[in-house]
């Protein structure tokens, strides 16, 4: 079953006017791949994002590369005595403007490689999403590219916010299941066009290739873009269900959940056509969210965190807990538009396993009409840090 006309449109590339020059624009894909000659799973991420892209359309500009800001007549001053070297600020600080491919892997051995372009060497389509940069590709069926970043440029650039390594990929994807709108708002909107995505083809990373095989990808496809992303940013998803009622694995359902949009989480569930949906952007008096990201005390297993919502309208209560391994977490970091090198760290993992519980609400009492168990999920986190004035 292919992804709605109205879905497949939210992955058109939108930003016009004022925005084209202050906002983030971020496309999101991630799905499952087995290593060839191995049993071995991995979760893999492939991103495009454009920050503030048309401010400096002729340049790549990155707010966290450091930049000189002292005058050969500003050093002579200091040598002559007639000027205090306290006087003088030695980086200037900038407002970032970029196009960026972000690709890598999580759990175990996790990582982020970049690269990054200006927004004049983006070929864009008017009619449909297809968007080309440097040697990747990103269009409403495939997915083709490569990003590299090597030891030495990783370490002598950590404005790049990556680490080394290279990845290649070429991809087929087809939405099935999708969430028309997860939440739209004056700051920020987010769509999840492919909440179950079924991806084939291949990703190699560091010369190992692996197979994506389209039962077992468990692929998701989502679109941020607007002013920033949210100031606390909140994220669960999967499609990998199964029933622990009646043992049975859905074939067809997905969960997304993200946030923060003032104060509540938007909650997308969908089990064998079984469907409730929360927006951020309804009424306050529609649902209430409770939401969490803490961490649990050590087991044998090791230490753990746990993600919790829990939503409450007038006819369901819908509870979701996922529990991540910390040793599979890994920090990522995103700039953000604002610049003042202000980024959000996230902490991200891609084998978060747990369950989620729909209730039926009959006066004040409570029916479980759904138990699943869910893994493989995406389970995210993260708060921006405080930059420099």
């Not at 970029?98 to 175990?108: D, E, I, N, P, W």
């Not at 990929?169 to 999840?192: A, C, H, P, V």
Request: include cysteine; charge should be neutral.
């Amino acid at each position: 079953m292919s992804t709605s006309k109205k879905a497949a449109a939210a992955m058109r590339y939108q930003l016009t006017g004022a925005n084209k020059k202050s906002g983030v624009n971020l496309w999101r894909f991630v799905f499952s791949a087995v290593e060839k000659g191995s049993s071995q799973e991995r979760v893999f991420f492939i991103e495009l994002a454009m920050l503030n892209s048309w401010l400096n359309p002729g340049e790549a500009i990155l707010g966290f590369k450091p930049r000189v800001n002292i005058s050969e007549d500003d050093l002579q001053n200091v040598l002559a005595g007639t000027s205090s070297a306290q006087k003088l600020q030695s980086e200037s600080i900038v407002t970032p403007s970029y196009v960026t491919v972000r690709a890598g892997s999580l759990g175990l051995g996790a990582r982020q490689v970049c690269e990054y372009y200006p927004v004049k060497d983006l070929v864009i389509s008017s009619r449909s999403f297809d968007i080309q940069v440097g040697n990747c590709r990103f269009d409403d069926s495939k997915l083709t590219g490569s990003v590299t970043c090597s030891p030495k440029d990783a370490t002598s650039h950590p404005e790049f916010l990556c680490d080394s390594g290279t990845l290649s990929w070429n991809l087929r994807y087809d939405m099935s299941l999708s969430f028309e709108n997860g939440y739209k708002g004056s700051e920020s909107t987010w769509q999840i066009p492919g909440a179950k995505t079924i991806f084939t083809g291949s990703i190699t990373m560091d010369g190992r290739e692996y197979e994506v095989l389209p039962k077992k990808s468990y692929g998701y496809v989502d679109r941020n873009w607007g002013k920033s992303y949210p100031v606390e940013w909140f994220h669960i998803s999967s499609s990998n269900l199964a029933s622990l009622i009646n043992g049975r694995v859905y074939q067809n359902s997905a969960v997304s959940i993200q946030g923060v949009y003032d104060g509540r989480v938007s909650a997308m569930l969908n089990v064998e056509k079984k469907v409730v949906l929360y927006s951020a952007d309804s009424s306050k008096r529609k649902y209430t969210s409770v939401h969490s990201c803490s961490q649990m005390p050590e087991t044998e297993e090791g230490e753990k965190l746990h993600w919790s919502v829990s939503i409450s309208d007038r006819s369901h209560v819908l509870d979701v807990d996922v529990f991540c391994l910390a040793k599979l977490l890994y920090v990522r970091s995103w700039e953000l538009p604002e610049g003042g090198r202000r980024q959000v760290k996230i902490l991200t993992g891609g084998n978060g396993s747990g369950e989620i519980r729909l209730y039926k609400k009959h006066g004040k009492g409570l029916e479980l009409i759904e138990n699943c168990r869910i893994s493989g999920v995406l389970c995210e986190f993260g708060q921006p840090e405080e930059g420099e004035q």
